[in-house]
């Protein structure tokens, strides 16, 4: 117990906070890595952070390994998605939902899931959400008019 005592005594003079999390991440190539965040908030006030914020903290993670990966030129594989993938991918980055895309593109629900489903396999995706963003960085998508 003493150790553990100095360990996090340590770890407060560092500026590390009394609540934290650990996301971790799994890269295009098979890489590791584990992203954590601290906080000094109460506990109440940590728990409702986390609720509000984890799809964030989920999205810089992984944004944050990627560009890693770049300093150290590790590139990633060139992505091809097909016309109708980046259509739903763009409604998606709209904000719209997947029915809202399958009515106006004139597709079904389940085809508009399915184009979603390989997009994220292609970009190795963990969301909607995410793939959005691995494509407009990757400048797969176009500005809204």
Known sequence: MGRLK???GEA??????????????HGRLGDRALFSVTSDLS?????SAKLLYM???????????????????HA?????????????LQWIAEGKTAWEC????GLSQHTVRCYLESARHKLHATSNT???SIAHRAGLLFDPL
């Open 6 to 8: 100095t360990f996090f």
């Open 130 to 132: 995410h793939a959005v």
């Open 55 to 73: 799809r964030d903290f989920q999205v810089l993670a992984t944004h944050i390994h990627d560009r890693v990966l770049g300093i150290e030129g």
């Open 76 to 88: 990633s594989e060139p992505v091809s998605l097909s016309p109708r993938e980046l259509e739903c």
């Open 102 to 105: 399958a009515v106006i593109l």
């Open 43 to 47: 506990a109440c006030d940590w728990a």
């Open 12 to 25: 407060g003079e560092f500026g590390i906070g009394s609540r934290g999390l650990t996301v971790p991440v």
